[in-house]
């Protein structure tokens, strides 16, 4: 009997409790103002609500570190040697200037404006 005691307890413990909160409706001055507090004068309405109480969990902990000593070569991703990525706005820029070379001094708008609409996206 004693364990069912202590577990009623202990269920009872961890429970979040409920308060009853009233809310007041209050006017002053024509101006409609909802609170926790009695009104100065009389409230238009009140309302009582439940609200519940969370009881404390335990502390957040700091994870450590998930590496703390420098990888080894073996482990170490390999380095590629390449040539650096040209930048995205040379290359809409270059494109540009290669469309409006083929299409000549007779190029229309849509193309004009897809090119500029490119050139405009990588480099602003």
Known sequence: MAK??????LVAASAPH???????????????????????GPPVKV???QRLLQTAGPPAVPRPATR???RSRRTAPARRN??????ACARARKGR???FRKAGLKRGFALSSHWDNR?????W
């Open 82 to 87: 390449a040539r650096p990525a040209e930048d």
């Open 119 to 123: 050139v405009h996206e990588a480099c």
């Open 18 to 40: 409920v308060v009853p909160l009233q809310v007041f409706k209050c006017l002053d001055g024509g101006q409609v103002a909802y609170q926790s507090q009695p009104c100065a």
């Open 68 to 70: 703390a000593a420098p």
């Open 97 to 99: 200037d290669a469309a």
């Open 4 to 9: 069912v005691g202590f577990l009623l307890l």
């Open 47 to 49: 309302w009582t609500v």
